[in-house]
Structures are given as C-alpha cells and as structure tokens.
C-alpha cells in the first residue's frame, strides 16, 4: 500500500517543466451537433474543447470563432486564425449540405441530428493521432480514417451512401488530412504552452462529510464531499486509523463553473462502526499535508447544534406559556382559565 501512495504522490507531484507536467494523452477536438428540421432549417452549435474544457465558440451561420480564454489562439497568428476560419466555414457547409441532399435522395428523412468530432491527441514522444467521427441520431455513423471516410459498421445503407458522396470531394479529403493530422497537432502544443500557467494551476480542494439516504436498518451511508480542487487526479479514502476501510465507492466527477472539479467518495457502515472512521484526501496542492475528516466529530458537531437548539425550543415554550398567562391576567374576564 505504501509503495501505491508513492506512486500517486509521484503522478500527482508537479515534475520539471515542459510536457511532463500534463496526462497523457492530451486532445483538442472541435465538436458540432447539426440539428436537420427541414430542407430550409438546420441549426448548428459548435465549440473546441482542450481534454474536457471549454476553448472556443464557434459561431456556424458566420463561421466566426470565438476565444474563451486569453491563451485560446495558442501562438497562431490572427491570419493563420482567418485562413482556418474560412476553411472549417467552408467544409461545415459542404458537409451539412451532403445531408441535406442524402434526404432528397430518400436516404436519409427530417428531422435528425448528426454529431461530428474531429481533433488530434497528443503522445508524447510518440506520433500524434488524428480523429474525425460522426455520429447520425446518435450512434457511430462515420469515420476518417486514411484520407477517406468509412462507414462505421452498423451505418448501414445510410452510412455508406453519405461516404460515397463525402469520399467524392478528393480536394477537401487532402485539406482534412492536412487539418486534422498536421495543424492540429501543432496548435495543441502551442495552445498547452500557451496555457500552461491556468492549466497547470493548484487550487486546493475544501472538504466536509454528511450522511447519505439510509441503506438500512442499523446502517450508515458515510458521504465525504471534496470540492474546488485543480487539477483533477486526487485521492480520497475512508479510513480506519492507518488502514483502508473496504468499499468506499466515488461518484464521478463533476465540474463547478470556475473549471474546479468536485467529488463524493461513500461507504456504507454499520452505525457502530462509524465512529473510528475519516475521510482522508490527497491532492498536489496540498503537498504532502492530507485533509483528514474524523466522522466522531463531524458527528459531535451535530451534538453541539442539537445542545444549542433544545435550549431554545425549551425558552420558546417558556416564552410561550408566559405570554398566555399574561394575556389571561390582562383580561379577567376570559372564560377560558388557564389551570
Ligand atoms: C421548417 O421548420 C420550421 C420549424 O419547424 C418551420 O417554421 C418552417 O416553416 C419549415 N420550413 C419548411 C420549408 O418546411
Ligand atoms: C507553435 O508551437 C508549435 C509547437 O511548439 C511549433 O511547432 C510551431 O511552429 C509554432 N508556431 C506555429 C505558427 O505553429
């Protein structure tokens, strides 16, 4: 066990600079989901995502690209941004337009959504792979593989007859190629240098436990929440003093709005058993300190309310019966006597 805690802390270490210092493999893909209502409505959303976050807009009626974060051009200049404006505006266009024909010719019908995803990954030291993908109402439809489409394998007639029409424009296969295979492998490592101080960032993680919906009678779903923390590989574990409690089980990641990432690691206990455990948490930005959450005390906060809240309730009643005898005092006349 000892021997996996050092591996983490090595993976979660920040190593010397340079490429090291990302996972690998690193991608960047343009995604656009096409939404066909009619030979004259189509809309279209497409945006460029660096591994899962967010880069750019991309505005389809216009084919403008907008930059979500100041290092979004990587270190390609603004003519170079034109040129791939003009051709990502051109090929979208011829593109939508092989579907939009694949219905007059009654192989495809309104309405029906195509998702297309293009990028590279990077490997370092290694060459970088480039990707196109389409999927049609929701299921693998096409590839580009080779400088050609292909049908994916349960396409059917429809995907081959897209990739007829799509394998028909040699010109813009080569410009595929060219796009996807060499300029995007060479904007990723410019846009990951250009970006390294915001993606490289440390933002240490806050912690806090709660109890889950029962799992039974004489049970305890023990929840440890950790959240805000950059970057995404962390450790959080139940723990028995030095020992590993079995079953913690994690939610997935999900994302907060500032491009943090937030956590649930369960364990379903027996009641009794709760007292003896934490929830401990490692993470780079934290060095080689852990968050250490004792449930008894967690718990013992919960004591500390409840010792605060029944004075309360006991003055309130107290208050209550006071102002009754007043008012009783006040008007005699009352029928109503009290005791
Ligand atoms: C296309 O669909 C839109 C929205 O459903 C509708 O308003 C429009 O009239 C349709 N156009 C044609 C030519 O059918
Ligand atoms: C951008 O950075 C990459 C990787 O360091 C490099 O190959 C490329 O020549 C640089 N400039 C442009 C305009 O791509």
Request: charge should be negative; include cysteine.
């Amino acid at each position: 066990m000892l021997f996996l805690q050092l591996l983490l802390l090595v993976v979660l270490l920040p190593g010397g600079d340079n490429k090291d210092d990302f996972q690998e493999p690193v991608s960047f893909q343009l995604i656009q989901i096409s939404s066909f209502y009619n030979h004259s409505l189509e809309e279209n959303l497409g945006s460029g995502w660096l591994g899962e976050l967010q880069t750019h807009r991309w505005v389809s009626n216009s084919g403008t690209i907008i930059f979500l974060w100041p290092w979004s051009k990587g270190n390609f200049s603004n003519e170079e941004w034109m040129d791939l404006e003009d051709l990502l505006h051109m090929f979208s266009i011829g593109f939508l337009q092989i579907f939009h024909n694949s219905v007059s010719q009654r192989q495809l019908e309104y309405p029906f959504k195509v998702q297309l995803a293009g990028g590279c990954e990077l490997h370092f030291g290694e060459a970088s792979v480039g990707f196109i993908r389409v999927a049609y109402q929701g299921s693998d439809f096409l590839s580009f593989q080779n400088r050609a489409w292909l049908p994916s394998p349960n396409g059917g007639s429809r995907a081959q007859h897209v990739c007829t029409l799509l394998n028909s424009a040699t010109v813009a296969r080569e410009i595929l190629h060219k796009l996807f295979f060499e300029t995007c492998p060479r904007f990723l490592t410019g846009l990951l240098d250009a970006g390294k101080a915001y993606l490289q960032r440390q933002v240490r993680p806050e912690a806090w436990l709660s109890t889950g919906p029962s799992p039974g009678p004489g049970r305890l779903m023990l929840v440890c929440h950790v959240s805000g923390f950059h970057p995404k590989p962390i450790w959080v574990m139940w723990m028995q003093g030095e020992q590993e409690y079995p079953g913690t089980q994690r939610s997935d990641f999900l994302p907060n709005a500032d491009g943090t990432w937030y956590l649930q690691v369960f364990l379903d206990v027996e009641a009794i058993e709760a007292a003896g455990l934490s929830c401990h948490v490692r993470h780079s930005s934290l060095g080689d300190q852990e968050i250490i959450l004792f449930w008894e005390r967690h718990n013992s906060m919960g004591l500390i309310i409840l010792a605060v809240i029944m004075p309360l309730v006991l003055l309130t009643g107290l208050a209550f019966w006071l102002r009754k005898r007043w008012t009783y005092r006040e008007f005699p006349s009352t029928s109503l006597p009290l005791e």
